[in-house]
């Protein structure tokens, strides 16, 4: 049987790729659909397989999360093969565990709220060692804030009290997958964060294109040919995580990870220089 790579024959390549490579993570979080501990994850070398077929697709930017991604020994020797395959690489992690050993192009680190906010959504303590992993990073790092009814009012406090340890902020909002705890934002909510946002790019380094801010719940449909993402046992979808949990309803989706990069990877967005893939 063909591995996952040779059943994979995209029509256009893909502007980035987004490997899940795990479902272990040492947190529990509500919202979050990757998380199965019942379920293996693929070994080193498939991994490599699916990397260099997107090398020669000439893919340039690759994004590694999980569940968390540093929980796999082999992490160093996975992101080191996309390097050589000329991919810029992106590591998305919770930030609770040492992130000193990891030597990717570009951190993002996931917060859901101040302290009190963060820790009751993921853990006493979670969020002083976030901080503390933070301050040990001297690679460019970005936090990704991803919103939610839990946290959207915090998103100014958590900027000036993670400003001296991120060099950039990133928003994202949550998605409501079914089966998991309803938290998402409606989207008069979403367009009233992101009015808020762009009024924070004045004073913090955001990130997020300006384009998908002023777009945000509209429901717009992301462009398929856009990314590619991998889920930790191979299975590969075009343009949206979602797909690999459940049917996407776009009305209720500002998944900035897919909104971006289809504003990105359209020929207007190309007059910019979209910030999280230029650090």
């Not at 050589?84 to 990717?104: E, I």
Request: a positive charge; hydrophobic letters at 35%.
């Amino acid at each position: 049987m063909a591995g996952p790579a040779e059943r994979f024959r995209p029509v256009k390549r893909p502007f980035a790729v987004a490997c899940k490579l795990t479902f272990r993570c040492n947190l529990d979080c509500g919202p979050c659909p990757w998380k199965d501990p019942h379920r293996k994850d693929l070994p080193t070398g498939a991994w490599k397989d699916i990397i260099r077929h997107f090398g020669e697709q000439r893919v340039r930017h690759i994004v590694f999360e999980g569940g968390e991604p540093t929980l796999r020994s082999d992490l160093n020797e996975i992101m080191s093969h996309a390097k050589s395959q000329g991919m810029r690489v992106n590591l998305v992690s919770n930030g609770t565990r040492d992130l000193a050993p990891y030597a990717p192009d570009r951190f993002v680190v996931s917060v859901d709220g101040l302290k009190a906010t963060h820790d009751r959504l993921r853990g006493q303590g979670a969020y002083d060692r976030l901080k503390e992993n933070l301050s040990r990073v001297k690679i460019y790092k970005d936090v990704l804030i991803c919103l939610s009814r839990e946290n959207h009012q915090e998103i100014e406090d958590l900027c000036e009290d993670l400003s001296g340890l991120a060099d950039g902020f990133w928003f994202s909002f949550v998605y409501d997958y079914g089966g998991r705890p309803s938290c998402g934002l409606s989207p008069d909510e979403r367009r009233e964060a992101g009015q808020r946002i762009l009024r924070l790019s004045r004073k913090f380094h955001v990130v997020n294109h300006p384009a998908y801010l002023r777009e945000l719940g509209k429901g717009a449909p992301c462009r398929p040919t856009a990314l590619a993402v991998v889920d930790a046992g191979g299975r590969i979808a075009r343009g949206c995580t979602v797909g690999l949990v459940e049917e996407p309803d776009c009305r209720r989706c500002d998944l900035a990870c897919h909104r971006e990069v289809s504003l990105y990877a359209s020929p207007w967005s190309r007059l910019w220089s979209w910030r999280p893939f230029s650090p």
